[in-house]
């Protein structure tokens, strides 16, 4: 599957990672196929399922390169595999793009015509919108906050009307969320691939850091998709998984910050535990306990995990 030099756009590869999500993954690919860009590609990587959503994946897209993963290798390392394959077919850009992501068909130019512009910008990322409410925004780029030791989707919640949120603008960026990323293909020979000791989860916020010290990132209005990702989820309504990867991840995230700095973390991140383990145990779900150990299993995972890596 290498690009043909039939166009003079940009050669762009989408890679698509599936983990038992057939329903979400065929809507992601099929709105990719309609997208009006003439010259992309589109890369599904099947992350060692274990249903029967890869064999009718291959049924429904019989003519896409698809890369068959023995396990469950994480997030992070399932796209990598889709991006070392793209880079090795020549990819100018490859979109990192969620399988529970849907796009509008002319939402890649103005990326791509981004990025062409400004050769000093190695991740351009668009607006996304809640599927379940397509005119409330999930993310219009993203903030890193040193405060809340976290990546920030600006202007989640918010109304998708650009005459009331004059904030909704062409602008630089800090923190690039994963869902979508359109990514220059010199940025992993300078900054590398997303980091597979993650796993899952946090892994955008570490790779936006590193991307930031070799290139700009930048936030453009123009193009939008639509994200799955409930609005306005509780705590407690979080899975044991995402509690023990997330708490984990942010203290590893960190790892090679001056001294200072991780010291806060630290304490930011007990003092979140704390405040999380109250809410799950005063409202008391029935999995509670097991949330609530799953949250503290990894506070010490990343404690011990990040002063032996640092």
Same mark, same amino acid.
């Given at each position: 599957?290498?690009?043909?030099?039939?166009?003079? =756009?940009?050669?762009?590869?989408?890679?698509?990672?599936?983990? *038992?999500?057939?329903?979400?993954?065929?809507?992601?690919?099929?709105?990719?196929?309609?997208?009006?860009?003439?010259?992309?590609?589109?890369?599904?990587?099947?992350?060692?399922?274990?249903?029967?959503? !890869?064999?009718?994946?291959?049924?429904?897209?019989? *003519? @896409?390169?698809?890369? $068959? &993963?023995?396990?469950?290798?994480?997030?992070?390392?399932?796209?990598?595999?889709?991006?070392?394959?793209? &880079?090795?077919?020549?990819?100018?850009?490859?979109?990192?793009?969620?399988?529970?992501?849907?796009?509008?068909?002319?939402?890649?130019?103005?990326?791509?015509?981004? !990025?062409?512009?400004?050769?000093?910008?190695?991740?351009?990322? #668009? +607006?996304?919108?809640?599927?379940?409410?397509?005119? $409330?925004?999930?993310? =219009?780029?993203?903030?890193?906050?040193?405060?809340? #030791?976290?990546?920030?989707?600006?202007?989640?919640?918010?109304?998708?009307?650009?005459?009331?949120?004059?904030?909704?603008?062409?602008?630089?960026?800090?923190?690039?969320?994963?869902?979508?990323?359109?990514?220059?293909?010199?940025?992993?020979?300078? !900054?590398? /691939?997303?980091?597979?000791?993650?796993? &899952?989860?946090?892994?955008?916020?570490?790779?936006?850091?590193?991307?930031?010290? *070799?290139?700009?990132?930048?936030?453009?209005?123009?193009? +939008?998709?639509?994200?799955?990702?409930? =609005?306005?989820?509780?705590?407690?309504?979080?899975?044991? %998984?995402?509690?023990?990867? *997330? %708490?984990?991840?942010?203290?590893? !995230?960190?790892?090679?910050?001056?001294? @200072?700095?991780?010291?806060?973390?630290?304490?930011?991140?007990?003092?979140?535990? /704390?405040?999380?383990? /109250?809410?799950?145990? $005063?409202?008391?779900?029935?999995?509670?306990?097991?949330?609530?150990?799953?949250?503290?299993?990894?506070?010490?995972?990343?404690?011990?995990?990040?002063?032996? =890596?640092?």
């Amino acid at each position: 599957m290498t690009h043909q030099p039939t166009t003079n =756009a940009p050669a762009v590869t989408a890679v698509v990672l599936n983990w *038992h999500g057939y329903d979400d993954t065929v809507k992601c690919v099929a709105s990719l196929q309609q997208v009006a860009y003439a010259n992309l590609a589109i890369v599904l990587v099947d992350n060692g399922s274990t249903d029967d959503s !890869a064999e009718k994946l291959t049924q429904a897209f019989p *003519h @896409l390169k698809f890369i $068959q &993963l023995q396990q469950n290798r994480g997030y992070a390392a399932g796209n990598n595999a889709g991006i070392k394959f793209a &880079l090795a077919q020549g990819a100018q850009y490859v979109l990192v793009i969620n399988n529970d992501v849907v796009v509008e068909n002319n939402f890649l130019s103005p990326m791509v015509e981004l !990025a062409e512009r400004m050769p000093e910008v190695g991740v351009v990322t #668009c +607006k996304v919108c809640y599927q379940s409410n397509p005119k $409330q925004i999930y993310a =219009a780029g993203g903030t890193f906050s040193r405060w809340l #030791c976290t990546g920030i989707n600006d202007l989640q919640w918010q109304s998708d009307d650009p005459k009331r949120n004059i904030k909704d603008r062409e602008r630089e960026i800090s923190f690039a969320p994963g869902c979508v990323m359109l990514i220059r293909s010199i940025v992993f020979e300078r !900054a590398g /691939l997303l980091d597979e000791r993650f796993f &899952l989860y946090v892994e955008d916020l570490e790779f936006s850091r590193r991307v930031g010290n *070799h290139f700009r990132m930048i936030y453009t209005p123009r193009g +939008k998709v639509y994200h799955k990702s409930g =609005a306005g989820t509780s705590w407690a309504s979080y899975t044991p %998984t995402y509690l023990y990867y *997330h %708490t984990r991840n942010r203290l590893w !995230a960190f790892k090679n910050d001056p001294l @200072l700095y991780r010291a806060y973390v630290l304490l930011f991140s007990l003092m979140n535990a /704390l405040a999380k383990t /109250l809410v799950l145990w $005063q409202r008391k779900p029935d999995d509670s306990r097991q949330k609530i150990r799953a949250l503290w299993r990894g506070f010490r995972d990343g404690v011990s995990q990040s002063q032996s =890596a640092s």
